[in-house]
């Protein structure tokens, strides 16, 4: 069955010329289009659709496939979503677009779409236009594609650089500030503990004097490594400034979080960084742990002190060891390396 058989049997109200040469534009549009009519099958698919999709117009052309060409599953696309009137559920079927539009009838969206045939997946932004006759009587909807993974791509990057630090590729402080705050808010939800390690490498000053401002940058490289490697697949580990790492540790206890103190501590001891003070002297971190059930009285702020206060006393304990709030009972206030507190932690 030919194209124009196929196109010959869609509304009959405009004239037989202009109809032609309305259905030739739309097959040479450089944008990918397709048109379904109230019955929801496919009366146009351009040649453009074609090449963005893989399918050719005689595989869909009077069916109700054409979501095939976009998703694995079948799904409404945006103009059944229009032909159907249900417009109000666009929010809850594309729940992961980047914008949505709703707007007298018409509807917009930027999404993923599967693609199948083409074999990868494709960054669309969509929209759904309702084509009425001279009583305002709905005779088809055509869905028009534009296909911006190169820009959609972009902006992933540069979203990735405002939130990567450079040296380390761990997340900077901004992206740790932001992600503090939504797992704040989340265990303030869910009424589950958080925990934060601040780690902060021993006496690195005097390294960076005595290795230079490359060698201590490679020194936190390798640090940053180390951290990095501790983590489950939900902690956050970013460079919180300097020498200086922060780790969110959601649902964890304290208990837990010294255990992943620890670990961190043995591993960064592991490296065997020479810090240049003797022959056996090497690089090491003091890392001050705190937990928190979040709470309408205390804030993300206040998890950070904490932290931060048990660091400061790591450090002045000595360093190269795990500290944890000062309300914790004194045998595992400061948990030294080979202690019975830090084997408890190991």
Known sequence: MSRMKLHSATPQGIPDQERAFAYK?????????????????????????????????????GTQNHWQSFYREARPTLADLVLQNRGDELDSLYPHAAKSIHVAGQLGAESWCDMPRGGE???????????????????????????????????????????????TGLANRRCFDNTLAAEW????????????????????????D???????????????????????ANDLVARYGGEEFAVILPNQSLKGAAIVAERIRRRVEQLKVPNGRGANEHVTVSIGA??????????????????????????????NRISLPATEPDAAATARPGSHAAMNAS
């Open 25 to 61: 534009l739309m097959e040479m549009l450089a944008v990918p289009a397709f048109v379904l009519d109230t019955n929801r099958r496919v009366i146009i698919w351009n040649r453009a659709c074609e090449r963005l999709t893989g399918v050719q117009a005689e595989e869909v052309l």
């Open 121 to 167: 997946r494709r960054y669309l932004a969509t929209d759904a236009i309702p084509i009425l006759d001279d009583n305002g009587k709905l005779e088809a909807v055509v869905q028009t594609l534009r296909d911006i993974t190169d820009e959609k791509a972009a902006q992933v990057a540069l979203e990735q650089l405002a939130t990567l630090d450079g040296l």
């Open 185 to 208: 808010a989340r265990a303030l939800r869910q009424q589950q503990p958080l925990s934060l390690l601040m780690v902060d490498v021993d006496n690195f000053k005097a390294y960076n």
């Open 210 to 232: 005595a290795n230079g401002h490359l060698g201590g940058d490679e020194c936190l490289k390798r640090i940053a490594s180390a951290v990095a490697s501790e983590m489950r």
């Open 290 to 319: 705190a937990t928190a059930i979040a709470s309408c009285d205390t804030t993300a702020c206040q998890l950070v002190a904490t932290a931060d206060a048990a660091l400061y006393r790591a450090k002045h304990m000595g360093r």
